[in-house]
Structures are given as C-alpha cells and as structure tokens.
C-alpha cells in the first residue's frame, strides 16, 4: 500500500456524494460490531452495530491498493484494487464514480479461517 492516502479527510458525506459509497457509515459500524463481538450473529449483532458510536466524521481515502505476493524474496503484486471518482467526458458527460471490490478472507484469533469480508473503495 502506499504511504500516504489519495485524500487525508474525506467526510461521510463526501464519501456518498463523491465516491458513491452510500452505506458506508452503517457498513462500517456492522464492521466494528463484528470485530468487537466475533461469536455474536442475527440481531444482537444488528443491535451491537446500531449501537455503535463512530467517533470521527472523515476517513482517509486509499485510491489504489496493492496486494503482494507473501513470497519474501520476490514480492510481486497479485492484485489491485482502484478508485475513480466521478468525472466529466470530453463532451460534458457525466461519468459516474466507480470502484473496485475485494473479498479478504480473515482469521479468528486462533488462527482458523472466519469468513470473507467485502471490502469496497
């Protein structure tokens, strides 16, 4: 990944105006709930992330994203994941922001795997 974001603070608003990210804030605070509550499922879930307090109103914003081979000797890029904005075409058009998705597979803490995680710019 690189070292500095594409966007140091980008608001909750923004991120639904400019990216199209829409349910960002929820998706997050499900996120949080998930991580602070593994074992929990169905609607306590629900109720842990409703309940969840994000106490910040921007985020850094990555619009590139590499993912590298774990080989230590020659640790290629596999994949990427990339962020574009809405623009405007040569004739005025409007394009619309698009974005990459990824699905991470993470690990409980003791090692086995959890379930995929989606991941969108």
Sequence with gaps: M????SAK???FDDLHELYGATQFQDTLADF???????????NTLLTHARNTLIPFRSVAIFHKVKFV?????SAET???IHVWLEQKDARG??????FDTALVLTQRQDGTDCEFQSYCG
């Design 2 to 5: 690189v070292q500095h974001p």
């Design 9 to 11: 603070a980008v608001s």
């Design 32 to 42: 949080i709930a998930q991580f602070n509550y593994p074992s929990t499922a169905g």
């Design 69 to 73: 081979s774990n080989d230590t000797e």
């Design 78 to 80: 596999v994949d990427a």
């Design 93 to 98: 058009r409007i394009i619309p922001p698009r």
